[in-house]
């Protein structure tokens, strides 16, 4: 199973809820960097934001949304 691909079923649920929160992880340390470094490289962070979003698949909303499908897709009871 690969960590960081999308579920089959949810729009922006992932596969593994720790590839979920790296990804996560690696979207808010990408947001802070940027953040803080947009005045001394300002090339570089309007990169890092973009490599933020594209970690999130989308917004931060999406992401929030992605992990609800998540969690709701591993807690989900199965038939039988």
Same mark, same amino acid.
């Given at each position: 199973?690969?960590l960081?691909?999308?579920a089959?079923?949810?729009f922006? %649920?992932? =596969?593994?809820?720790a590839g979920?929160?790296?990804?996560g !992880?690696a #979207?808010?340390? $990408?947001?802070?960097w940027?953040? %803080?470094h =947009?005045?001394?490289?300002p090339?570089?962070?309007?990169? !890092?934001? #973009?490599?933020? $979003? ?5 917004c931060?909303v999406?992401?929030t949304?992605g992990l609800?499908?998540t969690l ?8 039988g």
């Open positions: 199973m690969n960081f691909s999308k089959a079923t949810g922006f %649920a992932s =596969q593994s809820l979920h929160l790296l990804r !992880a #979207a808010f340390t $990408l947001l802070y940027a953040i %803080a =947009q005045q001394a490289q090339l570089m962070a309007l990169l !890092a934001g #973009a490599g933020a $979003l594209v970690a999130m698949r989308g931060p999406c992401w949304i609800v499908e709701g897709q591993k807690f989900k009871r199965r038939p």
